[in-house]
């Protein structure tokens, strides 16, 4: 069975949660935990594209904690919040077209907005990353050509350096700039999807965490829990809880969620380790 780990987008909040369930999970069955670290694919979007390159890099689950939960980070304090980001996203989704048309939109606006330079926000994610070369394994990170509106996937054949793989993951638009590879550029792989699930259809076995809450509704219609529930395979989600939704506070993009959102996902995870074990286990 061919299993994938599928780690969701969802800001500074969602790699300090992603990171906490799995160290609370690491904390209940080491088992377990070690179990979905070693996944055979990893896929990464936003958020979940920094949280992946960390697992494979070879540090620890208590180390990645450790730098999540610690009082200093290189992280920058964003122009925009999450109500520019929907405002953006409302302008780009109630005018017709395809979806393609819609990010490509979208992508106009990202590309348009004046933000902190290219190179200042690569610095930042290249102090996310302990380790800035691909890994030897299926590492798969989402990000969307801005001309197009396409769907693209890095992995170590693309020819792209992991680290600007991972930042155009997380160019969320309206807030850093589209990421510039080649003669393209590229935004946020969150931007159509929170777990790009097509980047695991084939893999038998799926572990999806997904730091929003289950309910919360999709910009182009099918929501994060219908597009997991539509995957071919086995999959096991864990969205975050009411605590958890709490801890990340009004802005997810805000270097103060951290270290609350780390706690809450470490609390979540060692709830939930239990039944991601039977789960694993059948």
Known sequence: MKRALVLAGGGLAGIAWETGILTGIADESPQTAKALVESEVLVGTSAGSAVAAQLSSGLSLAALYQRQTAPMSAELSPGAGVDDITELFLTAITQPGTKAEQLQRIGAVAASTPTVPEPVRREVIAHRLPSHRWPDRHLRISAIDIATGELVAFDRTSGVELVDAVAASCAVPGVWPPVTIGDRRYMDGGVGS??????????????????????????????????IGAFDGAAFAVFADGASLRAFGKDPLDPRCRIPSASAGRRQGRRVASEIADFLAR
Request: proline residues 9%; aromatic residues 2%.
């Open 194 to 227: 929170s777990v790009n699930m097509v980047l695991a259809a084939d893999c038998d076995v799926a572990v999806v965490l997904v730091p929003q809450g289950e309910s919360t509704p999709a910009p182009f219609g099918v929501s994060t829990s219908e597009e």
